[in-house]
């Protein structure tokens, strides 16, 4: 809402409009001699009204933090738009308009402003102010519903919505005599915008501390006029409540056409906002902070405590500012000398460790390659018959828990005929291809004695929870094979990796089965992570080559 208000207070110089004729006197007081008389319009904003274009489209300092599973991206900008419709502008409307020097006050107008443009001096206050030309003054304007208590504004609990008050520095010459002031609401409020690359399943729990009592609980507020400092007569605590809701369960239905406007989470299209708080004008941004303590998002529960802001940042009176935080899913690193850890520690994220393999299960210690390789057969012995390959035939579990890869790639007893297939590139090229996989820099450390190997069907269902599945969603869904695979990608590419299965292309597992009604054994196949699949549901017959994304076990 902004309402304005025009007055005509001003003329020119007195020798400029009046002459010595009898005929043209006036009741009108003159202006001092070697000043002007200066009038003025008035203009009210809400929150989210002020923003010069050149402030609105700054960009805001951004600061990242790491807790646990996720990384969290900061940042605090005023809010660009309209924020509040809690008041309504009625007519008459009484303000204080006093000019100051550098010696102290100057002129004073009391008065009430009308919608007809017109203005009505209070009995015994002027109705403009006599000031020195090409001088710098102060001015300070306060509404009706603040008090003038010596050098001290007070404006009472039951008046901190509608108390308006404003304070400008402005150059006076006789080319512009009429002065526009703006006056602003009393306090100053913030939000947090909590963003995510999928939906919020729970609330977030949290709160807001600051290193001391800056939230108003009641009670009314003073600003002192020469220090222009607040302080606050009523209650007011350093903690307040920040919770904020889950996202509807609905969008995270792939069927939903809002979960494709997410591109599988390659966007931060999900949002938890919290209300908005009231917080004492000047408060320093850098001594607030968010502490999340319960919700979830990606893998771990939410449990962080971030500043809102990462530089000194005074809070502005009648400004109203969001604090947004964008929540990175962080991937765990596999090194070349056997140690894990984040994209901040490789040498991509400014570190000094080499990543060979993204993490996909740390309670196994099982990692995936970063590199994909090129086009291969399964075997080129019985490709295309009811002959099994691994031994047993059957595995003694059901192929999705099938967890036997480096078993399959690596023993003798894998294999029907005897063979090491990790050592048979003639007969069992992509057991062989995964086997001699070159990361591209040697493995040291307790990585040195490990080995590659072409993971089986239920090691490959290890990746469900990196792209926010569940083994079970990811069997039940098939060949359809819709999930937030983007953030995984992103992770990979972002360490120079390259796994991307191209349309209609797959990776191969070391998993055979004989489906009901073929007289053929088959192999199982994943598709990942080809903009948004992650599916296990396709089986395919032996004498077809498709790609190769070796696995390890690095402990």
Not at 355 to 378: E, P, R, S
Not at 386 to 391: D, Q, R, S
Not at 498 to 509: E, K, Y
Request: net charge neutral; with cysteine; glycine share 8%.
């Amino acid at each position: 809402m902004k309402t304005k208000f025009y007055i005509s207070l001003f003329t020119l110089l007195g020798t400029l409009f009046f002459t010595g004729c009898s005929s043209d006197k006036t009741d009108e007081p003159q202006p001092e001699p070697g000043k002007i008389k200066v009038g003025f319009t008035m203009e009210e904003k809400d929150f989210g009204e002020d923003i010069a274009i050149t402030r609105a489209t700054a960009t805001p300092v951004k600061q990242t933090y790491e807790f646990g599973d996720c990384e969290a991206e900061v940042s605090i900008a005023r809010d660009t738009t309209k924020q509040s419709a809690t008041r309504t502008v009625t007519f008459p409307v009484h303000y204080t308009i006093r000019a100051y020097d550098q010696y102290g006050p100057k002129g004073e107008l009391r008065g009430t402003f009308t919608s007809n443009n017109s203005f009505t001096p209070d009995p015994g206050s002027p109705a403009y102010m006599s000031l020195t030309s090409n001088q710098t003054y102060t001015f300070v304007f306060f509404n009706g519903d603040v008090t003038l208590n010596g050098n001290k504004l007070d404006v009472a609990a039951s008046k901190m919505t509608t108390a308006r008050i404003g304070r400008e520095n402005i150059l006076i010459n006789s080319l512009s005599p009429t002065i526009h002031l703006t006056s602003k609401p009393v306090g100053c409020r913030f939000r947090t915008k909590i963003m995510g690359r999928i939906h919020f399943s729970t609330p977030i729990t949290a709160n807001v501390s600051a290193n001391k009592d800056i939230f108003p609980q009641g009670g009314g507020l003073s600003l002192d006029l020469s220090t222009w400092t607040y302080s606050y007569s009523g209650t007011a605590t350093a903690s307040v409540a920040n919770n904020s809701p889950a996202t509807p369960v609905s969008e995270f239905d792939p069927a939903n056409p809002n979960y494709l406007k997410n591109f599988f989470g390659a966007q931060y299209y999900y949002t938890s906002i919290g209300d908005y708080h009231s917080v004492i004008p000047e408060s320093n941004a850098k001594d607030i902070r968010l502490n999340i303590t319960g919700g979830k998002l990606y893998w771990e529960p939410l449990n962080m405590s971030l500043p809102l802001s990462a530089t000194s940042l005074k809070l502005e009176q009648g400004t109203s500012y969001t604090v947004t935080i964008k929540l990175k899913p962080s991937f765990t690193y596999l090194f070349s000398d056997g140690s894990t850890g984040k994209f901040k520690d490789s040498r991509q994220g400014g570190g000094s460790k080499t990543a060979v393999a993204i993490v996909v299960d740390k309670g196994l210690h099982l990692a995936m390659a970063l590199k994909q390789q090129n086009d291969t057969y399964w075997t080129t012995v019985h490709q295309h018959d009811n002959v099994p390959i691994n031994n047993p035939a059957s595995p003694p579990v059901s192929i999705y828990d099938d967890m036997n890869g480096e078993h399959w790639t690596w023993d003798a007893s894998g294999s029907v005929d005897g063979s090491i297939k990790a050592n048979e590139p003639a007969k069992y090229p992509a057991f062989y291809v995964a086997a001699h996989y070159n990361p591209g820099v040697p493995l040291t450390g307790t990585l040195a004695t490990k080995r590659w190997y072409l993971p089986s069907l239920g090691e490959v269902l290890c990746l469900a929870p990196l792209v926010f599945e569940t083994k079970a969603s990811i069997i039940a869904r098939g060949t359809s094979g819709n999930a937030n695979a983007y953030p995984l990608k992103e992770a990979i590419d972002q360490v120079g990796g390259n796994v991307d299965s191209s349309a209609g292309g797959d990776f191969l597992t070391s998993t055979e089965e004989r489906p009901p009604y073929y007289s053929y054994w088959m192999v199982r196949l994943f598709r990942l992570p080809y903009g948004q699949y992650f599916l296990v549901g396709t089986s395919l017959y032996r004498d077809y080559s498709r790609l190769v994304l070796p696995f390890i076990k690095y402990q």
